[in-house]
């Protein structure tokens, strides 16, 4: 090869191997050595983990107009995300959301839809809300997510609140009053939180809560009383639960509760209707499941009313039915024998006999 050639062919070798060496560090250099991510893991972990709870906001548009938010913050492994449900006229949102942040403010910021959600306009990566921390409050900046009210679409100002568990009315400073009654109290503290205080005959609290929206507390009988919560709007947002402070007995929750006797209620379940003891269903359960006329399809509450008739022993239900949702009426009796009615399934029957 001529020499001049061969010259400048090792010159460019040299050239290029210097060029390859000097990118080779560079991106060395640029790749975060172990300790640095454990350090930046830990304190972003000790940021965010003050976050991590349950916060709610609630909406109300007179005279039917009501939302409800729910947003669950938690950490799986090093990461931490959120679930967010809005439950209201026309909505059911159900998402998962990734937080980002620190100590000072996080961005709640979309990541995918959940089973349950029935519609859906955001995009990944959207950020839906942020949170900071102000003098001992949660303030919110809204984001792609916008509340119904445009009042409440200032930003800067407290609609989040976050749950504190162990909270009691003792914790609040000047609860005020708002209903009392012998076996019953509700009070008002701050962040339009509402407790209610159920009572027996000694004034010993038997069970205690709180909640979001004002509670429906009324006496069924004399010695039964009746708390029912409504989250939203319809039937299926209710929550209603019984004590009997004379026999010191407590209901589970029940949901969808139509209409109750001093014995039994009636409330719907995946369109169906059930009637049972107000206290224990071993005493008694029916549900009925195929009623004279096919139940509108395309509807999540097909029943428009249901009441108990004749000192309890029947239930007279409306219910929507057809294409055209029409309106039927029929009433069902509520025999105390073991073997129902043929023109009425049931699904589980009597546990055993009821003295009329």
């Known amino acids: 090869m001529n020499p001049y050639k061969r010259a400048v062919l090792y010159y460019l070798c040299a050239v290029l191997s210097i060029l390859l060496a000097g990118c080779s560090e560079k991106a060395l250099s640029n790749i975060p050595q172990e300790d640095n991510i454990a350090s930046i893991s830990d304190s972003n972990i000790a940021d965010l983990d003050a976050w991590v709870g349950a916060y709610t906001f609630y909406e109300h548009w007179y005279p039917y107009k009501n939302m409800q938010y729910e947003l669950e913050i938690f950490r799986e492994e090093n ?36 089973p349950e959600n029935l519609y859906g306009a955001y995009k990944q990566g959207d950020t839906l809300l942020t949170f900071r921390e102000e003098q001992d409050r949660i303030v919110t900046d809204w984001g792609e997510l916008q509340p119904i009210l445009k009042d409440n679409g200032e930003p800067g100002r407290v609609y989040f609140v976050k749950d504190r568990d162990g909270i009691t009315i003792d914790d609040i400073e000047n609860p005020k009053m708002i209903e009392e009654a012998r076996f019953y109290a509700i009070f008002e503290g701050d962040n339009y939180e509402y407790y209610y205080y159920i009572y027996d005959g000694d004034k010993t609290i038997v069970d205690e809560g709180r909640c979001w929206r004002y509670p429906t507390l009324s006496m069924l009988t004399d010695s039964i009383v009746r708390l029912r919560i409504q989250a939203g709007t319809g039937i299926s947002t209710s929550s209603t639960r019984y004590y009997d402070v004379e026999k010191n007995k407590i209901s589970p929750w029940y949901s969808s509760v139509y209409s109750e006797t001093d014995a039994l209620l009636v409330l719907s379940e995946y369109k169906s209707l059930i009637v049972q003891d107000l206290f224990d269903e071993g005493i008694y359960y029916r549900a009925f499941a195929k009623f004279q006329h096919e139940l509108a399809a395309n509807t999540v509450e097909p029943f ?44 589980v029957g009597i546990s055993r006999r009821l003295s009329w």
């Open 79 to 114: 990461h931490y995300y959120a679930n967010l449900s809005i439950d209201g006229v026309q909505t059911m949102t159900r998402l998962k959301a990734v937080v980002e942040g620190d100590s000072t403010s996080i961005d709640i910021v979309f990541d995918s839809y959940l």
């Open 304 to 347: 428009v009313r249901v009441q108990f008739i004749g000192d309890g022993r029947q239930i007279i239900v409306t219910y929507l039915t057809g294409d055209d949702f029409t309106e039927v009426t029929e009433t069902i009796p509520l025999d105390n024998e073991t073997t129902p009615p043929e023109d009425y399934p049931v699904i």
